[in-house]
């Protein structure tokens, strides 16, 4: 009889019957914690895509995930990785209208593999005449006034020779990865243009430390993307790591801000209780009612504000691919064209973080919320 009584009362506080103005009131504190989640969850999807993003674009379109200045033996690779020769200088690229400086890198046409050509986003254009093709990016077409089947003139330097060297050039092609560090300097053509000293550019998907260790122990001259981009890489794990202690703090915060109110759930109750108490009910079986109120709200609210955040990032990352960087000069800094990448760990630390949070405010709020005691409370 007793076991009925109190789940009829937790069914009772929980909303069952109450007037929709009590559920609001009562909902307040659940809707807090479920806004948190969202927020936080959200932002952890997105910035660790971006970093992901950021990983990528350094790796297909910096220089590979690393760099050998010796032709490397096939047999002396594992499977799965890309290797491709590659040639850069230094240029300037002008169109009728405008000029900027280029880095320009000369590939072969295994360049562009299925990965980076993704990264990249091509475009391409048949080139009917008989110039030298180049492919150059969508902001600095923008930049130059110039786009697919326009030409363009390079001014490269010629380390060799040393002394600029002039190339008429058809634009073949455009890309955007939408990270403007690559986008508003790098463009692609044939090795023979670029004609520099020869590197050659190794991608894999697999551990980066361990091939370079691996071919550093066979005697190749190795440099690591890790160590190219040394600031920008350090930066990225700074920045999750960043992330993921302040999203747990926030959590820890949240969860005693949102569930302390449940002592205002006690002093709201006082009455009630005495009367559940004077049935036969102890102050352990109401603080369990109390519990399992609680703990239930609080697990709807991080169920669903994990699935809204991560939705609502799975709908603003495809979108943010479609702004147009050029006109917001504070975007291009940024990659703005990523895929959707979920840190399960650090999701899981979130939802620990506010249930255990949560979980300790509701001891603290039981005991201390209007007395040492439910049964203080009533006598207080």
């Known amino acids: 009889m007793k076991n009925e009584a109190l789940s009829l009362y937790v069914k009772r506080k929980s909303g069952k019957g109450q007037k929709a103005s009590w ?5 307040l504190s659940t809707l807090l914690l479920l806004a948190v989640t969202m ?4 932002a952890i999807v997105f910035i660790s895509s971006m970093a992901c993003a950021l990983d990528d674009v350094l790796q297909l379109l910096g220089s590979g995930s690393l760099v050998c200045y010796d032709e490397p033996d096939n047999d002396d690779l ?23 400086l280029v880095t320009v890198k000369g590939v072969g046409e295994d360049y562009f593999f299925k990965e980076r050509a993704e990264s990249l986003n091509l475009s391409f254009h048949d080139n009917p005449t008989t110039l030298e093709g180049i492919i150059i990016s969508r902001i600095l077409a923008d930049r130059l006034s110039v786009g697919e089947g326009d030409r363009v003139a390079l001014m490269i330097y010629d380390s060799t020779a040393g002394r600029m060297r002039p190339v008429y050039m058809y634009i073949e092609g455009t890309y955007s990865t939408g990270y403007s560090e690559f986008d508003s300097s790098l463009v692609f053509t044939s090795e023979d243009i670029a004609g520099s000293e020869r590197m050659w550019e190794i991608y894999t998907q697999g551990d980066v430390s361990e091939l370079e260790n691996e071919l550093v122990s066979r005697g190749y001259n190795v440099v690591s993307y890790q160590k190219l981009y040394r600031s920008i890489y350090s930066n990225i794990n700074n920045s999750v790591d960043i992330l993921n202690a302040i999203v747990t703090l926030i959590a820890f915060l949240a969860g005693f801000f949102s569930i302390s ?16 108490m004077l ?54 800094s940024y990659v703005t064209s990523f895929s959707i990448h979920i840190p399960f760990g650090m999701l899981c630390t979130l939802i620990v973080a506010l249930f255990s949070s949560s979980f300790i405010s509701l001891l603290v709020s039981l005991r201390k919320g209007t007395g040492a005691s439910i049964r203080g409370a009533l006598v207080s």
């Open 39 to 42: 927020v936080l969850s959200f």
């Open 78 to 100: 594992p499977q799965g990785v890309f290797v491709n020769e590659v040639r850069t200088a230094q240029a300037l690229c002008c169109s009728l209208d405008e000029n900027a």
């Open 23 to 27: 559920k609001i009131r009562a909902l």
């Open 261 to 276: 109110v449940s002592a205002e759930y006690i002093e709201r109750d006082k009455r009630d209780i005495a009367l559940m």
């Open 279 to 332: 049935g036969g009910c102890s102050s352990q079986d109401m603080a369990s009612c109390y519990m399992r109120i609680t703990i239930r709200r609080v697990a709807y609210a991080l169920v669903s504000g994990l699935l809204l955040g991560t939705g609502a990032a799975a709908v603003f990352i495809p979108f943010l691919s479609t702004v147009d960087v050029s006109k917001y000069p504070f975007m291009q």
